[in-house]
């Protein structure tokens, strides 16, 4: 692909409820972070892409209570719906296709204004399945088992990335929930939908991230050195949690490889030194590195125990505290990209990685997920 | 650097303002396997997919997952762009841009809808913005009506000018198959059905509809090598600014004046009424085709309703506007957008059939929405110029 | 920045969304439904290209595209994985511990959502075989279906 670069991020604190903030003054706040991250000035910015979801905003059309905020006014603008790493994905082919230089993307939700349970339930089939009452984490929940029982995978390695993703929290001063904490803590936390206890469950967060995409042309021009796009590739698997294999993600695997093959990489696990994925759920994060290819089969919760993904480790996984410390649906996955582009630049800790992947998922239990491959340099 | 594209397929449903034979999925389907029976491909052929919807109307959640069975994306990328209704322009804008990118070469869009599936009441109560409750809805349309009274009051048209404009394409829709309304209505009886929002008569506006709509984009290599002959994106833009009720210029749509303005700049057209062949209009009611055209630019400020009665917008005419029979003989939300660019395309293409304007080089879609929204693309049968 | 709500308590907008939807079934599916109804019988459709028998049912094989045809499933399958919720979420249709399952029944190549009951939740085990128990109203839902119980019981 043509080359292009993030030149520019930034994003509001992730907060359990943002009384005070309408989605409007959280996409304004997240937006003039960007703008002032990158050096830029609206006007230099010449396209937007926003990134909600009616659902979670409980409105129809809900675009349009952020795009002035986003700068949008008279600009081209669209709306993707799903995560952030989708709508960023977007972005990033405008600013490909000729047509922009620079594009604007945003992605917000405030999870504190609905009832997640009922939300995630309408994303069941309406004949088939929603009267049953499941939701995102009664699904989860089956799935995390589903994943325990192939891959020997224990209740204690999961709690373990609690324990790491809230630890690594106390370091981010964006995080909602920052704090040391032990295996007990969360095996002892309630026993919400079994095998995930609270503490294996990422909480209900309202935030907006913003991040600036520019093409070559436009990539140096500004502030910051650019985080150049290596790759990026996204991919759904099927539908019905009964066609797929539960215990796996055939479309993350695919996804990722993809990606591999753009960004050149032969061997990802030497090669990437940095990763944010989305960890709804502590299984995910096992899971998804293991379904990304990052380690073996069964390994994940090994290595994690060994302290292999530790934020100060030679390969650290959620540095920032991931979702469990803060899920904004819809900006989730935007704040993943977010994350890797500040580590890589070296303005937060990222242990000197120069090849960095973000992760971000669509739909019930991993049917969508988009992966981003980002680099130091060009 | 970025790659032209254009349209090499279209496929929708018969549209009805019922559909209870199948779900969404399988409504999605019939216009997915005629778009790529239309192009001579199969799913294995299509790189990603991009779809839209109006969510509240179907009452489902991450509708790019739950659809893959009928759009065909079970392991393949797949993206959904929504934005009122706009939205069926918006995703063909989003194919043009995916495609152009270089990242895809061949990608199928897909706008649908099931309005038979919810209560209007109800779906309105989900946006809050009233303006936008009024311009979608056909139930509740005073904030269009506003602007047709607004128009009126400037410049001396009348509820006959826009009767014309409802004569003309309910009659233009009798040539298309898959409209929904396919019955001629004379001036009379425009006038004589009940006013729903005065100056608006029941015969001026939308109806509800279940339809789908699918297009296949493709990179130049691939559209040149297509069966058919290409129906090239020259070009795309869009206005989606955020105004109360009270901030819009009523008896001018700011958003298609700014967007048509960008659009023939970056094409060099600086006569659209003589070089665009013809229009597939969003038009939800018929007052729109006389206001819009004029800030389309097709037309001075005042100018429209003369010109409609000129017969230059019917077939056979300078600039025939809506040959498909546009939104007032068939409205599926979520597809009409795209069902307008669909048909725009079958013009260039030479696959407009019984509706099909001579000889067309140059073609516009447009879509309409949110809360006085437009999106625009131009169409055209040469490579464009870039 | 100046803390504009310093002291004051935020006003609030509370309010609901409240859209009645009635989704058409359609043939296929309403068939389905028709069938577990009338005659407590799980009908999948059999892809005429790849063999594969889908239950929920599709009209037009998810893979292939291909034409299906109606092929009687078992109402006895297998456990493939399993959840018990302790937790009121919001979702459920009745207090928990409700147990969900995911079941493959004999006779398709893919499984179904449903709920598992006649056990102590201690007691679930991936890999066990269930039966499905019908209710004793059925009006046509996937509720037609109670849940699904031990095989042995």
Redesign the interface.
């Known amino acids: 692909?043509?080359r292009a670069a993030i030149i520019g991020v930034g994003m509001t604190r992730i907060e359990g409820n943002k009384k005070t903030d309408t989605y409007a003054d959280m996409a304004w706040e997240a937006v003039n972070r960007a703008l002032e991250d990158a050096g830029m000035e609206m006007d230099d910015i010449d396209n937007v892409v926003t990134t909600s979801?009616?659902?979670w905003d409980?409105?129809?059309?809900s675009?349009?209570?952020v795009?002035?905020a986003s700068g949008?006014?008279?600009?081209?603008?669209?709306?993707?719906?799903?995560d952030g790493t989708?709508g960023a994905?977007?972005g990033?082919?405008?600013s490909?296709?000729?047509?922009y230089d620079t594009t604007l993307v945003t992605a917000h939700s405030k999870g504190s204004e609905s009832v997640s349970s009922l939300?995630?339930n309408?994303?069941f089939?309406?004949?088939y399945e929603r009267g049953l009452g499941l939701d995102m984490v009664s699904a989860s929940a089956m799935q995390a088992r589903a994943f325990m029982h192939r891959t020997g995978t224990t209740q204690e390695q999961l709690a373990m990335v609690s324990v790491k993703n809230h630890g690594n929290a106390m370091r981010n001063p964006m995080a909602q929930l920052a704090f040391k904490i032990t295996v007990e803590d969360v095996l002892n936390s309630e026993m919400i939908a079994d095998p995930l206890h609270k503490l294996d469950c990422s909480p209900v967060s309202d935030g907006c991230c913003a991040v600036i995409i520019a093409?070559e042309k436009k990539a140096g021009k500004y502030a910051r050195k650019p985080v150049w796009i290596k790759g990026?590739?996204?991919?759904?698997?099927?539908?019905?949690l009964g066609d797929r294999d539960l215990s796996r993600s055939?479309?993350l695997t695919?996804?990722a490889e993809k990606a591999y093959a753009m960004a050149g990489l032969s061997n990802p696990r030497k090669e990437i030194g940095l990763v944010e994925l989305y960890d709804a759920f502590t299984y995910q994060e096992l899971m998804w590195l293991e379904e990304m290819g990052l380690c073996g089969e069964g390994e994940a919760g090994k290595l994690l125990a060994k302290g292999a993904f530790d934020a100060d480790g030679k390969f650290p996984v959620n540095p920032s505290g991931g979702l469990l410390s803060g899920h904004p649906v819809i900006a989730a996955g935007l704040i993943r990209i977010a994350e890797v582009v500040k580590r890589l630049r070296g303005d937060e800790n990222g242990s000197g990685a120069k090849i960095g992947l973000a992760q971000g998922t669509?739909?019930?239990c991993g049917?969508?997920h988009c992966v981003w491959i980002l680099g130091k340099d060009k | 650097?970025?790659?032209r594209v254009a349209i090499i397929g279209t496929g929708q449903t018969h549209h009805k303002s019922?559909?209870?034979?199948?779900?969404?999925?399988?409504l999605i389907?019939e216009a997915v396997?005629r778009a790529l029976q239309d192009a001579d491909l199969?799913?294995k052929d299509i790189d990603a997919v991009v779809i839209g919807n109006?969510?509240?109307f179907?009452?489902?959640?991450?509708?790019?997952?739950?659809?893959?069975?009928?759009s065909?994306?079970?392991?393949?990328?797949?993206?959904?762009?929504?934005?009122?209704g706009t939205t069926g322009c918006?995703i063909a804008?989003?194919g043009?841009?995916?495609v152009?990118?270089?990242?895809f070469d061949r990608v199928l869009v897909i706008g649908w809808e099931?309005n038979?599936?919810?209560?209007t009441t109800?779906?309105i109560?989900?946006?809050?913005?009233p303006v936008?409750d009024r311009l979608v809805f056909a139930g509740a349309i005073s904030g269009l009506a506003a602007e047709a009274q607004a128009y009126m009051a400037r410049y001396g048209a009348t509820d006959r000018d826009g009767a014309r404009v409802s004569v003309r394409d309910r009659k233009h829709a009798t040539n298309n198959p898959y409209a929904q309304l396919r019955k001629e209505v004379t001036l009379e009886e425009v006038l004589a059905s009940p006013m729903l929002a005065d100056p608006i008569h029941l015969l001026d506006v939308c109806p509800r509809t279940d339809g789908a709509c699918a297009i296949i984009m493709a990179s130049e290599d691939l559209a040149v090598k297509s069966a058919n002959k290409p129906d090239w994106i020259w070009a795309?833009?869009?206005?989606?600014?955020?105004s109360y009720l009270g901030d819009a210029d009523y008896g001018r749509l700011t958003s298609m004046s700014?967007s048509s303005k960008?659009l023939y700049k970056k094409v060099g057209i600086r006569e659209p009424r003589k070089e665009i062949d013809v229009i597939e209009l969003y038009q939800p009611y018929s007052f729109a085709g006389l206001i819009w055209i004029e800030d389309m630019g097709i037309v001075g400020h005042g100018e429209g309703p003369e010109y409609v009665w000129g017969g230059n917008t019917d077939m056979g005419g300078e600039l025939p506007i809506n040959p498909s029979g546009g939104v007032i003989s068939c409205n599926p939300i979520g597809a009409t957008g795209l069902i307008r660019c669909a048909e725009a395309a079958m013009q260039v293409m030479g696959k407009a059939e019984g509706r099909q304007v001579p000889d067309v080089k140059h073609a516009i879609s447009t879509g309409f929405?949110?809360?006085w929204w437009t999106d625009m693309i131009l169409h055209g049968s040469e490579k464009p110029e870039? | 920045m100046k803390n504009t709500f310093e002291g004051i308590e935020p006003m609030v907008y509370e309010s609901k969304?409240?859209?009645?939807?009635?989704?058409?079934?359609?043939?296929?599916?309403g068939e389905f439904l028709r069938s577990l109804r009338d005659d407590k019988k799980l009908l999948g459709r059999r892809c005429g290209d790849c063999a594969r028998v889908y239950i929920p049912p599709?009209?037009?094989c998810?893979?292939c595209?291909a034409e299906m045809e109606w092929a009687e499933v078992s109402d006895t399958g297998t456990l493939l994985t399993y959840t018990v919720v302790l937790r009121r979420l919001a979702s459920l249709p009745k207090d928990p511990p409700v147990i969900y399952g995911l079941i493959r029944l004999d006779g398709a190549d893919t499984a179904i959502l449903h709920m598992i009951g006649d056990i102590d939740p201690a007691k679930v085990k991936i890999g066990m075989k269930v039966r499905a128990r019908f209710s004793q109203a059925r009006k046509g839902s996937i509720t037609d279906i109670e849940y699904f119980a031990p095989l042995s019981q």
């Open positions: 692909m043509d979801n009616d659902f409980g409105r129809t059309i675009c349009m209570a795009g002035d949008a006014a008279n600009k081209n603008v669209s709306c993707v719906e799903g989708f994905f977007y990033l082919t405008r490909l296709s000729g047509s939300i995630t309408a994303a089939d309406p004949i093409n990026v590739s996204f991919c759904s698997d099927s539908y019905h055939k479309s695919a996804a669509n739909g019930l049917q969508s | 650097m970025a790659k019922h559909r209870p034979d199948v779900n969404g999925q399988e389907n396997k199969t799913m109006m969510d509240h179907e009452g489902i959640n991450y509708v790019d997952c739950w659809s893959v069975d009928g065909g994306a079970v392991m393949k990328p797949i993206i959904k762009l929504t934005t009122g918006t804008i989003g043009y841009h995916i152009a990118s270089g990242l099931k038979s599936e919810s209560d109800g779906a109560t989900t946006a809050f913005d936008w795309t833009a869009n206005r989606h600014p955020y700014e960008e929405g949110g809360c870039y | 969304i409240s859209v009645p939807y009635s989704w058409w079934s359609g043939d296929t599916a599709r009209k037009a998810p893979l595209f």
